[in-house]
């Protein structure tokens, strides 16, 4: 019995170090812009988690959330850690989509919105995860509706 609580212990400790490790090197963030009021940002907010599960790509996800003042400090600290604060800046106030940045350059890739269901998000996120970490995706030609562009910018430099 005491061999079998060490091996669970052995188990859970490497697995909880390994998860860590994981979660500090994402491939992208994919930075969702929400708000509580925004039906759209319900839809992707209940799609996204599962799209990045079913993607298997090195992802994190920070969440730029206006529904308060306490939330939208909250993602300003989040895009400050992660030094994408232009990107935050670019889009805070303009919710139903999410943005994948690529970790290192801090460019954005594209956008996927509440139009995908879970699975396109994850093919989408998969994609732009595989030109991030520089490796060659093969796909095929589309000619569907829905487009991982971006939305305009929400935020406009009135030359201040």
Request: one cysteine or more.
């Amino acid at each position: 019995m005491k061999t079998i609580t060490t091996l669970i212990s052995a188990v859970a400790l490497t697995t909880a170090f390994a998860t860590s490790a994981f979660a500090n090197s994402p491939d992208v963030y994919v930075v969702e812009f929400r708000n509580d009021s925004s039906p759209a940002s319900q839809t992707l907010g209940s799609e996204l988690p599962s799209a990045l599960a079913i993607s298997g790509v090195q992802a994190e996800q920070v969440v730029i959330d206006t529904s308060t003042a306490a939330k939208w400090e909250k993602g300003a600290h989040e895009a400050f850690d992660r030094e994408i604060v232009p990107v935050f800046n670019q889009w805070v106030g303009l919710p139903g989509f999410a943005a994948i940045v690529d970790a290192k350059s801090k460019r954005v890739i594209g956008c996927v919105n509440s139009q995908f269901s879970a699975s396109e998000m994850a093919q989408e996120i998969r994609k732009m995860s595989a030109r991030a970490s520089g490796k060659a995706y093969m796909s095929n030609a589309s000619t569907r509706v829905k487009t991982t562009q971006c939305p305009p910018a929400h935020n406009v430099d009135m030359g201040n």
